[in-house]
């Protein structure tokens, strides 16, 4: 007989707070991502004042849409918040460097990167 026991296996719990944060990044990128493939939303003028024309909007969209969908699954939520990250990250250099919009259009993307940080640094354990 020995003093130390082993330690008893942890059930498993549901975690509450990780999907609603998984649910509401989802569904923001797929909100988002649809929106950009309308032709009379206010992503056209944004991105003709980019520069890069339709493509990149339908491209963006697309990559939003996927990130949307990947946040949903648990076991695809880091692949997720990665794929949006780069999105937001690209979002705040344009605001910063392309577009007349300065610090002031930075913060949004700026504040939603924060949010995919937590979501993907959120262990799905």
Not at 21 to 38: D, E, N, P, T, Y
Not at 63 to 83: E, F, M, W, Y
Not at 102 to 123: D, K, N, Q, Y
């Amino acid at each position: 007989m020995t003093l130390l026991s082993e330690p008893q296996p942890r059930p498993a719990t549901f975690d509450v707070n990780g999907w609603v944060m998984r649910i509401s990044a989802g569904a923001l990128f797929l909100a988002v991502g649809l929106a950009k493939f309308q032709s009379r939303s206010i992503w056209v003028q944004m991105f003709t004042n980019i520069g890069l024309g339709d493509w990149f909007r339908y491209l963006t969209g697309l990559i939003q849409c996927t990130a949307g969908l990947l946040l949903l699954v648990p076991r695809t939520t880091k692949a997720g918040t990665a794929l949006a990250g780069c999105t937001m990250a690209g979002a705040v250099a344009v605001h910063l460097f392309v577009l007349d919009t300065g610090v002031g259009g930075a913060i949004i993307p700026a504040i939603i990167l924060a949010f995919l940080a937590a979501v993907g640094l959120r262990s799905t354990d």
